[in-house]
């Protein structure tokens, strides 16, 4: 029985050991000793008490519908050829999720139905005039899309700001297409931004070299504006030569190339920054469709080329993304691949050879010295593993909290905490002395405790959390209010004081059980639906509730029996 | 020490139809305002933009000099800091959606070779207006137009083309941008943005409804437990016991005019809880004495006998929480102040209510059921 007590004595020792060392890198210095981090990183403190930043960003969830229109209306051109259906023109309507197909014979209309029309789930028929289909995306599915679109930006968002180091970072949808980011304790606005932001859409076009439509408007050119000749050659090993525009100015360069390529082709820029670090922009006329997209790649790391000492991204396709790249190669070989990013020409290497094995690299066009390219690359590296985003997002709002503010809120945290604390331990004491004072014990191990959890499992103290801190010191006292309301009922009754104690605990522990538990279930319910700071307040609760029961039962009772083994005989109550 | 003697021996049932009369006039006093004022519903809730701003040379009426062209902002100060500011507009997007529709329409007719084929103006959102066309159009006229009306633009204009669509997009100004430039404009000095609150009219509703809910599933979820751990007698006086003190709190909190958000919904769950605490301590009595005839011998006796033997318990441990909360309402600085507030009406009346009126109510209702057993 006796060695039953000694161990429990140890076991609370040991906890309040493993709590110390626990809290230990919250608050010594973590840079002059290193080896703090090993243990946890501090105490996380919420966007509230440590300032940070503040995105709302809105997802493009149209875009994705039209991208999904265009994607589809690809699928079934591939579909119609398949099943040897002869067709005038299948085209994704401008603006409403419609495909209109003109099929060319009356007798393929049988054919067409069951092979097509029933073949796209995702489209149904909602016009016919003679040999003119029209398809409209369903509803629900276009619904469906608009929200996997959110949910996937969220699940992209949420790999790379991982990959920045964070911690606790607070990632939310916010009403039907914006996503709430709260960083707290960052302060590159800059970077975050631009890792968050970029769509990061890469894809493998090849260069339509063989069309020239820039030739026909050489003369009269805008000022600003000037045209080039550009060499390639085509699969057969012929020459071919076409012009491309160049110009500081990106928007004018645009507008002026406007409508000018031609079928199937579309122009993007390439950005080149010459020695004064001055950007011109140069045009390239690209095939419009996208033999390879970022969503094949299985990774992306960066890699220096030792020759000429500058990093890039070199890439690594899946099975399928590696034999369709053998495939292009193959068919396009002497011909230019461009590899955009973003709708931005990123470079536009000649095709050597066939390539198979599905290893790619991007190369940083940067002047900037080796770190910042080093860290360009990376970056890119990151945003292009955690996948693309599958729509552009705009940023509604972007605002850092001022630190100041939160400074101010932990001091005054602070402050009611310890003066909380001072008047409730003074309060026992007077009220049930000695065993007050042991309860008052317990309750400075109880916060201890919750302090210790929280840094443990890297649970974000708010400014509501430190409340919750301050209600369960109420809440820890009353289980020792409790036992010593019904230590003194049993005395009264005229139990002995060693009967009179064990009943008390005995008796009390239904009620302090029963009430500390219908307070966790409003704690559980706080938790499961509150957000950030809400569920912050929750979490301390619930711990908090957890870890009171633990120290005003068990540490109490513990320590009660080691002062009366010290020969006191009688204990004021 | 002591302060409750132990031989204390109220008759709280008996005295029950006082209280009943009293706690339903506060009960019912607190729907009134509900009903009637209603809270003063934060961002959170309600929707619009919150700014906390820092600046100097300015005080509350020049502030409100500076922005009294915005409909329908607030401007709080609080105490002992001259050069902080909260301000409270009722909307996130600074254009009126009216006006932008009269603009697209305009737009629409002035370029009738091409199809205006779609427009895009979220009110969520405000952050910019979408032209689609058929066809590329003059971009300087779509600047030009725009200038002719109320609608705050940024000046950039992008451009894109996906397929036959042309797009054109107009950037609107944000609302912290604009206050913030007004403000600085008129004090001079520069404005340091402690924390700003965006929160569109849709989304403050959905967390009107989601809090609303969580409220009652935490209701239902005691409710079961004090039924399971009890008896089905006992969980009525609980769950009028938690309504009671959640309406009489909720009418505090409408007289004080204190903002309602989701901290405040923190604070009414919290004490929810706390109301519960105590009414089970004082359930855990009864299911004791339940078969000792020293404790009296109807079951109204014994409620009566069990209220009073927890009195001690339940006035220490509400002192004590009181004094917590009380010091938070004190030293806790404003952010904390309502939710101390809200905790600090809360514990008053839960102790209040759990004592009076939630096992009083369980012997009301047993004579009921034993009345009608013998009828």
């Known amino acids: ?139 629900d599915y276009i619904q469906n899309l608009k929200e996997s679109s959110v949910d996937q930006a969220i699940e992209t968002l949420r790999t790379r700001i991982d990959a920045l180091g964070l911690k606790e970072p607070i990632i939310v949808k916010q009403g039907t297409n914006s996503i709430l980011i709260q960083l707290p304790g960052y302060k590159d606005v800059e970077r975050a931004r631009s890792i968050i932001g970029q769509t990061a859409q890469l894809e493998f076009k090849i260069v339509a070299e063989d069309k020239d439509p820039l030739s026909a408007h050489a003369d009269g050119m805008p000022a600003g504006i000037t045209l080039q000749q550009g060499r390639g050659q085509t699969s057969d090993g012929g020459m071919v030569s076409y012009l491309y525009a160049v110009s500081e100015n990106k928007e004018a360069l645009l507008e002026w190339l406007k409508d000018k390529a031609p079928e199937g082709t579309e122009f993007l820029l390439e950005e080149l920054i010459k020695a004064e670090g001055k950007k011109e922009y140069m045009s390239w006329l690209v095939e419009r469709k996208a033999y390879l997209t970022g969503d094949m790649l299985t990774d992306a790391r960066v890699d220096v080329d030792q020759q000429r000492n500058r990093p890039y991204v070199s890439l690594s396709f899946d099975r399928n993304g590696a034999r369709i790249f053998e495939e292009v190669t193959g068919k396009f070989i002497k011909r230019k691949m461009a590899i955009v990013l973003d709708n931005r020409v990123n470079s536009a290497p000649v095709i050597q050879s066939k390539i198979a094995g599905g290893n790619a690299m991007i190369t940083l066009n940067s002047m900037s010295d080796f770190n910042t390219t080093l860290a360009e690359a990376k970056d890119l590296s990151l945003v292009l593993r955690a996948g693309s985003l599958p729509a552009p997002v705009t940023f509604e709002e972007n605002r850092t909290v001022g630190p100041s503010l939160g400074a101010d809120s932990i001091e005054k945290g602070k402050i009611s905490i310890a003066a909380g604390l001072l ?94 538990l219908t307070t966790a279930i409003a704690g559980f319910f706080l938790w499961n639906f509150g957000s950030g700071t809400v569920k912050g307040f929750a979490i301390t609760l619930l711990v908090g509730i957890a870890s009171s029961m633990f120290t005003a039962i068990y540490v109490t009772k513990v320590i009660f029996h080691f002062t009366m083994k010290a020969g006191v005989k009688k204990i004021s109550v | 020490m002591q302060l409750i003697k132990h031989d204390l021996n109220i008759d709280f049932v008996g005295k029950f139809k006082m209280f009943a009369i009293i706690s339903t006039i506060a009960v019912l006093a607190g729907i009134i305002l509900m009903v009637v004022i209603g809270p003063n519903y934060g961002v959170d809730f309600k929707g619009g933009t919150e700014i906390q ?323």
């Open chain 1, 1 to 139: 029985m006796e060695k039953n007590w000694t161990m429990r004595a140890w076991f609370i020792l040991s906890l309040i050991i493993v709590a110390v060392v626990l809290l230990l890198p919250s608050f010594m210095d973590r840079e002059k000793y290193p080896w703090l981090s090993k243990i946890n990183e501090g105490l996380n403190l919420g966007l509230d008490l440590k300032g940070g930043i503040h995105f709302v960003l809105s997802v493009d969830v149209e875009k994705a519908v039209q991208d999904r229109v265009d994607r589809q209306t690809d699928e079934i051109v591939k579909r119609l050829e398949e099943e040897k259906i002869p067709f005038t023109s299948v085209k994704a309507d401008p603006v409403d999720p419609k495909v209109r197909i003109v099929i060319n014979a009356e007798s393929d209309a049988d054919k067409f139905r069951d092979k097509v029309v029933d073949y796209f789930r995702t489209f149904r028929k909602t016009a016919q005039t003679g040999l003119t289909y029209e398809l409209t995306m369903r509803e």
């Open chain 2, 53 to 375: 701003l820092k600046v100097e040379g300015i005080d509350i009426a020049g502030v409100r000099a500076a922005l009294s062209d915005f409909d329908g902002v607030e401007i709080q100060q609080f105490e002992g800091r001259n050069d902080e500011f909260t301000i409270k507009l009722p909307s996130i997007a600074l254009a009126d959606a009216k006006e932008v529709d009269r603009y697209i329409d305009e737009v629409g007719k002035a370029f009738p070779e091409t199809a205006l084929i779609k427009k895009h103006f979220n009110v969520e959102v405000g952050d910019r207006i979408e032209l689609w066309f058929d066809k590329p159009v003059e971009k300087e006229k779509i600047a030009e137009m725009v200038k002719q009306y109320n609608i705050p633009v940024t000046g950039q204009l992008d451009y894109n083309q996906v397929g036959d669509r042309h797009i054109y997009k107009l950037l609107l100004k944000s609302f912290t941008s604009t206050v913030i430039a007004a403000v600085e404009q008129k004090s001079g000095s520069k404005a340091e943005i402690q924390r700003v609150e965006l929160v569109g009219p849709k989304v403050g509703a959905k967390l009107r409804t989601d809090t609303f809910m969580a409220i009652i599933y935490t209701l239902i979820a005691m409710l079961i437990y004090i039924a399971l751990r009890f008896n089905l007698q006992s969980a009525p006086g609980a769950i009028i016991a938690l309504f009671h003190d959640t309406m009489i709190t909720l009418g505090f909190l409408v007289v004080f005019r204190v903002t309602f958000d989701l901290t405040i919904v923190a604070a009414l769950l919290t004490m929810v809880g706390y109301s519960i605490n105590d009414t089970v301590v004082v359930y855990d009595r009864i299911r004791e004495n339940q078969n000792n005839t020293k404790k009296g011998n109807t079951l109204l006796e014994k409620i009566n006998t069990s209220i009073n033997e927890t009195l001690s318990r339940t006035i220490i441990t509400s002192a004590m929480t009181f004094i917590v909360v009380f010091t938070l309402l004190m030293l806790g600085g404003d952010i904390i102040w309502g939710f101390a507030f809200t905790m600090c009406v809360g514990i008053v009346v839960g102790t209040y209510s759990s004592i009076f009126i939630a096992s009083p109510i369980t012997a009301v209702i047993d004579k009921y059921m034993k009345k009608e057993q013998a009828t």
């Open chain 1, 423 to 516: 008047v409730v331990v003074l309060a026992m004491i007077i009220y049930y002395g000695f065993s007050g004072f042991i309860a008052d014990l317990a309750l400075v191990l109880n916060v201890l405790f919750i302090m210790a959890f929280m840094a443990a499992f890297g649970a974000t103290l708010t400014f509501p959390g430190i409340a919750g801190i301050v209600l369960t010191m109420g809440m820890a006292v009353d289980a020792n209010v409790l036992i010593n309301e019904r230590i003194r009922e049993e005395l009264r009754n005229g139990h002995s004081f060693l009967t009179a104690f064990e009943l008390g605990y005995e008796r009390a522990f239904s009620a302090i059980f029963d009430s500390n």
